[in-house]
């Protein structure tokens, strides 16, 4: 039973004082409702309005590709390291600790394979099971241009009204088919329709020419791929270049994972994003980092096991 003991009237109302009525710190995100709000305040950090996503998807349809083979052994150690893990449903449970407290931006698209057509997806995670992972956010493909457009947009758009229903955000994930030029004018396009399809933020590759316009017409947040993997220093430029330009983050995976030394990289990479750490300090630090750190990247051994 509530104590109705010792009732007192309340005396500090701060009569006079307005309340704050503060715009949220993410583009694009003032009208949201709180929990969606919430969701991206933990994928983005509020105190930079950024985020380095770590991007581990990529076995929803490349299978064990390298860096990739064995997510418990290579990713775990990196998840302390980023701001958000982008993964699947699969992965996330069987290989990721229930005790990670990052946000997860759930991949809710598949349905192919590097055999086949890649733009012929479905959506591939019912909303209920992302509410059940805890998700933070949804990750959609979208294939402009690519032979299954009008499907990837129609998932897209049931994958923002089952999270809007939520309260999850989603991410469209702009897919380039091989035939397209990733040009400012082909992304620029790509990213405006998705936005104006409901995504909650995007994600899309780096141009060299153009990048600022592409990042400016996209009325939300924009995080860049990393795409193949380049040597650090271009990676940790591209990074810098596209932040500079607008972009509000990474969601990188080959450049980070694919690295000798993926922890040092991520936090390098973190320096660029968060700090605005030029590329060649940035650089350095990966370098002194590497020198310490473990070496968990694809040319790591297996590490020693005791037999329990
Ligand atoms: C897009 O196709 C998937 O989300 C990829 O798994 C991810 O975008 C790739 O990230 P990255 O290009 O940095 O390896």
């Given at each position: 039973?509530?104590?109705?003991?010792?009732?007192?009237d309340?005396?500090?109302?701060?009569?006079?004082?307005?309340?704050?009525?503060?715009?949220?710190?993410?583009?694009?995100?003032?009208?949201?409702?709180?929990?969606?709000?919430?969701?991206?305040?933990r994928?983005?950090?509020?105190?930079?309005g950024?985020?380095?996503?770590?991007?581990?998807?990529?076995?929803?349809?490349?299978?064990?590709?390298?860096?990739?083979?064995?997510?418990?052994?290579?990713?775990?150690?990196?998840?302390?390291?980023?701001?958000?893990?982008?993964?699947?449903?699969?992965?996330?449970?069987?290989?990721?600790?229930?005790?990670?407290?990052?946000?997860?931006?759930?991949?809710?698209?598949?349905?192919?394979?590097?055999?086949?057509?890649?733009?012929?997806?479905?959506?591939?995670?019912?909303?209920?099971?992302?509410?059940?992972?805890?998700?933070?956010?949804?990750?959609?493909?979208?294939?402009?241009?690519?032979?299954?457009?009008?499907?990837?947009?129609?998932?897209?758009?049931?994958?923002?009204?089952?999270?809007?229903?939520?309260?999850?955000?989603?991410?469209?994930?702009?897919?380039?088919?091989?035939?397209?030029?990733?040009?400012?004018?082909?992304?620029?396009?790509?990213?405006?329709?998705?936005?104006?399809?409901?995504?909650?933020?995007?994600?899309?590759?780096?141009?060299?020419?153009?990048?600022?316009?592409?990042?400016?017409?996209?009325?939300?947040?924009?995080?860049?791929?990393?795409?193949?993997?380049?040597?650090?220093?271009?990676?940790?430029?591209?990074?810098?270049?596209?932040?500079?330009?607008?972009?509000?983050g990474?969601?990188?995976?080959?450049?980070?994972?694919?690295?000798?030394?993926?922890i040092?990289?991520?936090?390098?990479?973190r320096?660029?994003?968060?700090?605005?750490?030029?590329?060649?300090?940035?650089?350095?630090?990966?370098?002194?980092?590497?020198?310490?750190?473990?070496?968990?990247g694809?040319?790591?051994?297996?590490?020693?096991?005791?037999?329990?």
């Open positions: 039973m509530p104590d109705l003991d010792d009732l007192q309340g005396k500090n109302y701060h009569i006079g004082v307005p309340m704050q009525s503060n715009a949220f710190f993410l583009k694009g995100s003032n009208s949201l409702d709180w929990g969606m709000k919430n969701r991206l305040a994928v983005f950090n509020p105190a930079t950024r985020t380095v996503m770590l991007a581990v998807d990529h076995g929803y349809f490349q299978g064990p590709t390298t860096g990739l083979e064995r997510i418990d052994i290579s990713i775990v150690p990196l998840v302390p390291y980023a701001d958000a893990l982008m993964i699947t449903r699969g992965a996330l449970r069987t290989s990721i600790p229930a005790e990670m407290s990052k946000p997860v931006v759930l991949r809710a698209t598949g349905g192919q394979s590097i055999l086949k057509e890649l733009s012929n997806e479905l959506v591939a995670v019912d909303i209920e099971d992302a509410v059940r992972l805890n998700a933070s956010a949804l990750a959609v493909q979208v294939y402009i241009g690519s032979a299954h457009e009008h499907q990837s947009i129609g998932n897209l758009v049931k994958v923002v009204d089952a999270g809007n229903r939520q309260g999850i955000p989603t991410l469209a994930v702009t897919g380039v088919g091989k035939e397209l030029a990733r040009d400012a004018k082909y992304l620029g396009l790509a990213t405006r329709i998705c936005a104006e399809m409901g995504a909650h933020f995007v994600k899309t590759y780096f141009c060299e020419k153009g990048f600022a316009r592409v990042a400016a017409a996209c009325p939300v947040p924009l995080v860049i791929a990393g795409g193949k993997k380049l040597p650090e220093l271009e990676a940790l430029q591209m990074a810098y270049v596209a932040i500079d330009q607008g972009a509000a990474v969601d990188m995976g080959r450049n980070i994972f694919q690295c000798d030394a993926p040092a990289m991520i936090q390098a990479v320096a660029v994003v968060h700090d605005q750490e030029k590329p060649d300090k940035a650089y350095e630090l990966y370098l002194s980092l590497k020198k310490d750190a473990p070496r968990t694809p040319s790591a051994g297996v590490p020693n096991r005791s037999r329990s």
